[in-house]
C-alpha cells in the first residue's frame, strides 16, 4: 500500500489505460494531475468529496463543462444521468460499505465521462466501486473505453443488487417460517427494516432504469462513441433484478398482511373471551347490586339462611346466562 502524501486534493485511485497494450497502471500517491493523461490513453480518476480542494482540482482538469463539474460536486441524493456534447455525467446510487463489512445502507457515486476519461466522485467507500477496481487488477485488458468501466460499475450495481436480494430472501424464508408456525410471534418489528430496504432500493432502481432509457434515446451526436449499446445492455440487467426486488417487495408485503391477519385474530379471539366473562358475570353482578342497595324490605334481609338462598341466585344467574348464550349459538 502507497503511505506516500497525495498530491490530488481528494485522490483514492487513479489508472491510466493503454488500449494498444491492454494494460493499466495505477497511479501512486505522489502523482500530479500532468500524470493522469497520456497519449492514446485514458484515465479513471476517483476522489473523496471530504477533501474541500476537489472542486478547485476539477477546475483545472481539462475536458470537463460546467455542468459535469456540478455534478461532480453534488450532495444531492438522487439518481441522475445527462447526455450531452458528447458527454455523460450524473449520479448513480450504490451501496455503502466500511472497514469492517458491507452495509445495505445506500451512498451516492457522482460521475463524469468523455471518451477521454472517467472521473469518479464519492462521500462514503462504495461496495460497487471496490469491487470494479478488484476487478481492473486482475483483468485490465479487458477495458478499452471509459465507456467500458461505465458499464463495469453499473453491472457491480447490479451484483450488489443480487447479493441484497438473496440476502433479504434469506431474512424473509426465516419471517415466513416463524409467522407461519403454530406458536404466533409478531414479527413485524423484524420486517420493517426488510421492507423498508426493499422499498428504497425498488425506488432508486426504477429512477436509474428511466434515466438509462432516455439516456440512451439522446441523439448520437451528443453521446459518448459506444453508450447506446452499453445503454441497452445495462437496461436489460437491471430490468432483470427490478423484477426481483418488485417481487420481494410483493412477497414482503403480504406477509405483513399475513402477520396483520393473525394480529387480528388473535385480538378478536381475545375480545370474545372478555365478551364472554363480562356476559357471565353480568348478572351476579345485578345480583349483588340489587343485595347491596341500602333500602328497606330487601329480600332476605330478615331471618337465617339468607346469605346462601343470594348465593343460589347468584348461581342460577350465571346458569341461566350460560344457557341464554348456548341458545343463541354464541358459545
Same mark, same amino acid.
Given at each position: ?12 485511485? *487513479? ?19 500532468? %500524470?493522469?493523461? $497520456? ?20 477546475? @483545472? ?5 460546467? #455542468? $459535469? ?5 453534488? !450532495? %444531492?441524493? !438522487? ?18 460499505? &466500511? ?15 468523455? &471518451? ?14 471496490? =469491487? ?22 453499473? +453491472?457491480?450495481?447490479?451484483? @450488489? ?8 430472501? %434469506? ?9 407461519? #408456525?403454530? *406458536? ?15 422499498? =428504497?432500493?425498488?425506488? !432508486? ?13 439522446? #441523439? ?11 445503454? =441497452? ?61 341500602? @333500602? ?7 331471618? &337465617?339462611?339468607?346469605?346462601?338462598? *343470594?348465593? +343460589?341466585?347468584?348461581? $342460577?344467574?350465571?346458569?341461566? *346466562? ?10
Amino acid at each position: 500500500m502507497d503511505t506516500l502524501p497525495v498530491n490530488i486534493p481528494g485522490f483514492v485511485w *487513479a489508472y491510466r489505460f493503454s488500449p494498444e497494450e491492454k494494460t493499466a497502471v495505477r497511479l501512486t500517491n505522489s502523482a500530479t494531475a500532468a %500524470d493522469l493523461t $497520456a497519449e492514446n490513453c485514458f484515465y479513471w480518476l476517483h476522489l473523496n468529496l471530504v477533501d474541500a480542494r476537489v472542486p478547485a482540482l476539477l477546475e @483545472t482538469l481539462d475536458g470537463l463543462t460546467e #455542468d $459535469a463539474k456540478s455534478a461532480l460536486t453534488t !450532495h %444531492d441524493t !438522487h439518481a441522475a444521468i445527462t447526455v450531452d456534447e458528447q458527454m455523460l455525467y450524473g449520479t448513480l446510487v450504490d451501496c455503502q460499505r &466500511d472497514f469492517a463489512q458491507d452495509t445495505n445502507n445506500l451512498g451516492w457515486l457522482h460521475f463524469a465521462m468523455s &471518451d477521454r476519461f472517467i472521473i469518479t466522485t464519492r462521500l462514503q467507500p462504495l461496495r460497487s466501486v471496490e =469491487r470494479a477496481r478488484a476487478l481492473i487488477e486482475k483483468n485490465p485488458g479487458k477495458f478499452s473505453r471509459p465507456v467500458d468501466l461505465f458499464e463495469l460499475l453499473v +453491472i457491480e450495481f447490479q451484483r @450488489t443488487l443480487i447479493a441484497i436480494v438473496i440476502e433479504l430472501t %434469506d431474512e424473509l424464508n426465516q419471517i415466513e417460517d416463524i409467522v407461519y #408456525d403454530n *406458536a404466533p410471534r409478531d414479527e413485524r418489528r423484524r420486517l420493517a427494516p426488510v421492507r423498508r430496504t426493499v422499498v =428504497r432500493l425498488h425506488r !432508486h432502481l426504477r429512477t436509474v432504469l428511466a434515466l438509462m432509457r432516455r439516456a440512451a434515446a439522446a #441523439d448520437e451526436d451528443e453521446m459518448p462513441f459506444g453508450f447506446d449499446d452499453v445503454a =441497452r445492455r445495462l437496461t436489460s440487467r437491471l430490468e432483470t433484478v427490478d423484477h426481483d426486488i418488485y417481487a420481494l417487495q410483493d412477497r414482503a408485503r403480504l406477509l405483513h398482511e399475513e402477520i396483520d391477519s393473525k394480529q387480528s385474530s388473535e385480538t378478536n379471539r381475545h375480545l370474545y373471551l372478555l365478551s364472554i366473562m363480562t356476559a357471565f358475570l353480568l348478572p351476579p353482578t345485578l345480583v349483588t347490586g340489587f343485595f347491596g342497595m341500602n @333500602t328497606a324490605n330487601l329480600p332476605f334481609a330478615v331471618g &337465617d339462611y339468607g346469605t346462601e338462598y *343470594a348465593f +343460589i341466585l347468584i348461581i $342460577a344467574s350465571i346458569a341461566f *346466562a350460560w344457557w341464554l348464550l348456548r341458545r343463541v349459538n354464541i358459545l
